[in-house]
């Protein structure tokens, strides 16, 4: 039988070994929506439903089965916890500010919260801060680079997604 290698990672900690790969696939499927996503937030300014909604389903019931299956159901009460917690607060931001960001990063916000809380609620808020540093620091780069006067107009979905990578590699 396969065995997880020893790692004190958060995303494996007292895991079986049917759970490690039941993680790992809801990691793995994170990370090619994570590259699908930020392609087309980047050319169409704009999260697609057709993937996001799918992917927080999938997501879900990934790790719905993997705390089955260990019987321990901490990590999944949290995951759920902060998916919400996200996508409510990005939801308060996209009402407080019309044309900030937009519907689809508050969708997006639900699937990053779900994959932030299972590591730690110290990955969920690691996770937003890093995505208003790295949002923060790309739009003043553009806003440099195009010498902008007004508003400019920066996806927001691909610092979401690398502010949770980042914070998913702290564990």
Known sequence: MWHAPETSHALFATRTDASVVLVLLAYALLAAVSAVLVRIDLEKLRLPNAIVLPAIAAF????????AVDGEHESLARSLS?????TVFYGVLWLL???????????????????LGWVSWQAVLTGALAASAIGGALGLALMRSKNARGPVKLPFGPPMIAGTWFAIALG
């Open 82 to 86: 902060a998916g919400v917690v996200l």
């Open 60 to 67: 879900g019931l990934l790790l719905v089965a993997a705390a």
């Open 97 to 115: 500010q019309p044309g900030g960001i937009g519907a689809g990063d508050v969708k997006l916000a639900a699937l990053l919260g779900l994959a």
